[in-house]
Nanobody
Framework: VQLVESGGGNVQNGGSLRLSCATS????????IGWFRQAPGKKRDDDVL?????????YYADSVKGRFSISSDYAKKTVYLQMNNLTPEDSGVYYC?????????????????????WSQGTQVTVSS
């Protein structure tokens, strides 16, 4: 299983970005996915920002709830993270990660170590 992430960039405060996590070799009928962030100058945060799975349950941290959303394109085997109303505090390197097969509980999608593969990361910079 491989993940290729893209879509990062520079955006103004209040702007939007959509990150893509293209998968290969993944059973798209049975997996969990999470998104993580490493803020500038800080260690990677091993608590998930948001997560979803093929049972269609999801989790969003309070910091992103109502602004971020996860979606997927089955035909493209790609998962997306739509990020709206971005602030400078959202800046950082974003990683997608997959758990396969899905454990069956969103509670096991909350930490970096719950996943089996991670992307290379993509930089998001939000300027004020």
């Amino acid at each position: 299983v491989q993940l290729v992430e893209s879509g990062g960039g520079n955006v103004q405060n209040g702007g939007s970005l959509r990150l893509s996590c293209a998968t290969s070799g993944l059973n798209f009928d049975d997996f969990g996915i999470g998104w993580f962030r490493q803020a500038p100058g800080k260690k990677r945060d091993d608590d998930v920002l948001c997560a979803s799975n093929t049972d269609n349950t999801s989790y969003y941290a309070d910091s992103v709830k109502g602004r971020f959303s996860i979606s997927s394109d089955y035909a493209k085997k790609t998962v997306y993270l739509q990020m709206n109303n971005l602030t400078p505090e959202d800046s950082g390197v974003y990683y997608c990660a997959v758990q396969f097969p899905y454990s069956g509980s969103v509670n096991y999608l909350l930490r970096w170590g719950h996943y089996d593969r991670w992307s290379q990361g993509t930089q998001v910079t939000v300027s004020s």
